[in-house]
C-alpha cells in the first residue's frame, strides 16, 4: 500500500489542487484508511523535490494558512508513466492468478518493468528498512 | 546460504573483498545511517557476493557507488534508518565539559613538558581548562538551543556572541588573578587539574539521571514518548536546521504545515508525526548536506586552534612559536570552511534555480 501511496497522492493531486489533510480524507475514502500525516507529507516533500507538485500558500477566509499542491507538467509525465506500469503489472497478477505457469514469461517481463528505478511499486521492498508511521 | 554474522560486518565477506566492507560502512556510517541497517545492508551484499560467487566490486561496484545507491533509495522510498544525535541536555552538557577540562589539562601540561617550562601556577591557569571546556560547551549549547526556533545564521551569531563573551570572561579571570598563586609549580598540578576534572565528570555522570542515549541513535528512539507540540516543533526544527541543509523558509514551511494538519486532524503533532527526529529524517535533504557537516567540522576545528593560540596568549603573555602555529593552523581551516560553504550554496541555487511551473 505504501508503495502505491506514491502514485495515488501524484493521481489525486492531478485532478485538482489539494492540502495535505484533504490529500488524507480522500486516501481514506478511497479505501486506504486513517493515515496519518507523517505518512503523507514526506511522500508530498519527495514529490516537491523531485518536481512533480508545486505549492502555494492559500489563505482561508477564517483559520491559519495552508499549503495547496498541484501537478507539474513532469510530474503528470511521471504519473502517467507509472499507471501504465501498474496497470501491466495487475493485469500480469490477474493472469497468473487465473492462469498459473502459462503467462510466467509476460509476468517476467512486468516484474522487470517495475523494477527500473523510476517506479515505486511493492517489487522495490527492502526487507531490513524500517518503515515510517502509517 | 550466507554466513551467519559473527559480529563485525566485515567478517561476513572474504578477506579480499574486507577492504571494501570496510570503506562501504565507512560511507554508510557517514550518511547517518543507523548501525543496525549499516550492518543489514552490509550482511545482504555479502550473502548477494556469495550467491554470485564473485569479489564485492564486480557484483556491486565500488563501496562508495554502492553505498550512496542504498542511500539514495532509501531516501527516495522513505525508509527511516537514519541516527541522529539527541539534542544536547543539562546532563551531557556538564558531563562533556569535565571530560573536556580533563582531555585540555593534559595537553596544556604536555605542552608545558614539551617545552620543559615551568608555568606559574595561578588561580586562572588552574581553572583556564575548566573555563575553556565550559566555554567550548556553552558556545554548542547556546547555538543548538537558538536552532531550535530561529534559523542557521541567527544560530551562528549567537554562538560567536556567546564565544566573544566567555572568551572576555575567560581573559579577564586570567589576568584579575594573576599574582594570586596557591601552590607550588610542578607536574602535580597538572594531575590534579585532568584528575579533578575527570573525576568530577564521573560523578556527575553517575548522579545525574541518564534520559535520553548518548552519541548517534536511531532517531525513532530519539524523544520516544508523546510530548507537548511546541517541544515537538523545537525538535524537529532543530533536526531539520541540523541535517536537511535545507533552506529557513523551507523548514518553516514543513513546521507549518504541519501544525495546520494537526489542527485539522484534531490531534496532536506526536500523534500525527510520532517522533520528530525520526518525522525530520524522512524528509528530503539537499545534496549538500554532507558536505555542509564536513564544513561545520571544519570550522569548529579551526576555532579550536584559534582558541588554543588565544589561551597560549593568555598564558605566556607573549606570541611564540605555538601562538602562531595554532593561530595560522586555525586561520586556515576556518577561511577552508567559509569557501566551501560558499561554493556549496553557489551550487545549491544553480542546482535549484526556480520553482517548476504549475499546470
Not at chain 2, 17 to 23: E, L
Request: glycine share 10%.
Amino acid at each position: 500500500m505504501r508503495a502505491a501511496l506514491e502514485l495515488d497522492i501524484l493521481g489525486l493531486v492531478a485532478s485538482e489542487p489539494a492540502h495535505g489533510y484533504a490529500i488524507t480524507t480522500r486516501l481514506a475514502d478511497a479505501g486506504f484508511g486513517r493515515l496519518r500525516g507523517g505518512s503523507i507529507y514526506p511522500v508530498l516533500a519527495r514529490h516537491e523535490d523531485a518536481g512533480h507538485v508545486a505549492c502555494g500558500w492559500v489563505e482561508p477566509q477564517a483559520g491559519p494558512g495552508r499549503k495547496d499542491y498541484a501537478i507539474t507538467a513532469e510530474g503528470r509525465r511521471r504519473l502517467e508513466r507509472d499507471a501504465q506500469a501498474w496497470d501491466g503489472f495487475a493485469e500480469t497478477v490477474r493472469r497468473l492468478a487465473a492462469g498459473g505457469s502459462a503467462c510466467a514469461a509476460a509476468g517476467r517481463s512486468a516484474v522487470q518493468a517495475l523494477h527500473e528505478p523510476a517506479h515505486q511499486t511493492p517489487m522495490n521492498h527492502k526487507p531490513n528498512a524500517t518503515r515510517g508511521p502509517a | 546460504m550466507s554466513k551467519q554474522s559473527t559480529g563485525h560486518p566485515r567478517e561476513l565477506f572474504p578477506a579480499q573483498d574486507r577492504g571494501w566492507a570496510d570503506r562501504a560502512l565507512l560511507q554508510l556510517i557517514r550518511a547517518d545511517v543507523a548501525r543496525a541497517q549499516v550492518d543489514a545492508a552490509l550482511a545482504e551484499a555479502a550473502a548477494a557476493c556469495e550467491g554470485v560467487g564473485g569479489r564485492a566490486e564486480d557484483v556491486h561496484g565500488t563501496a562508495d557507488a554502492w553505498a550512496s545507491a542504498r542511500v539514495a533509495e532509501w531516501r527516495r522510498d522513505g525508509d527511516i534508518v537514519w541516527a541522529a544525535e539527541a539534542p544536547l541536555d543539562v546532563r551531557s552538557a556538564l558531563v562533556s565539559t569535565f571530560w573536556l577540562a580533563a582531555g585540555l589539562a593534559l595537553l596544556f601540561g604536555l605542552s608545558d613538558a614539551m617545552r620543559d617550562r615551568t608555568v606559574e601556577p595561578t588561580w586562572g591557569y588552574l581553572l583556564l581548562p575548566t573555563l575553556l571546556a565550559l566555554a567550548c560547551v556553552t558556545v554548542y549549547a547556546a547555538y543548538q538551543r537558538t536552532l531550535r526556533a530561529h534559523s542557521r545564521a541567527v544560530a551562528s551569531a549567537v554562538g560567536v556572541a556567546v564565544a566573544v563573551c566567555a572568551a572576555c570572561g575567560v581573559a579577564a579571570l586570567t589576568w584579575a588573578t594573576r599574582d594570586h598563586e596557591p601552590f607550588e609549580a610542578g607536574w602535580r598540578i597538572v594531575a590534579g587539574q585532568a584528575l579533578g576534572n575527570a573525576v568530577v565528570a564521573l560523578l556527575l555522570a553517575k548522579v545525574l539521571p541518564q534520559r535520553q542515549p548518548i552519541g548517534k541513535t536511531p532517531v525513532g528512539e530519539i524523544g520516544a514518548g508523546p510530548m507537548s507540540d511546541d517541544r515537538w516543533l523545537a525538535d524537529c526544527g532543530l533536526a531539520l536546521r541540523r541535517e536537511s541543509g535545507q533552506s529557513e523558509e523551507w523548514v518553516r514551511a514543513r513546521l507549518h504545515e504541519a501544525t495546520v494538519h494537526a489542527h485539522a486532524a484534531g490531534g496532536t503533532l506526536w500523534d500525527e508525526f510520532g517522533p520528530p527526529m525520526a518525522y525530520a529524517a524522512g524528509l528530503p535533504r539537499r545534496g549538500t548536506s554532507l558536505l555542509a557537516k564536513s564544513v561545520r567540522n571544519r570550522a569548529v576545528f579551526g576555532l579550536s586552534w584559534l582558541l588554543l593560540g588565544l589561551s597560549a596568549v593568555l598564558r605566556d603573555g607573549d606570541v611564540g612559536f605555538l601562538v602562531v602555529g595554532a593561530v595560522s593552523v586555525g586561520l586556515l581551516l576556518v577561511a577552508d570552511a567559509v569557501i566551501s560553504s560558499v561554493r556549496a550554496r553557489r551550487q545549491s541555487i544553480s542546482a535549484h534555480p526556480a520553482r517548476p511551473g504549475v499546470e
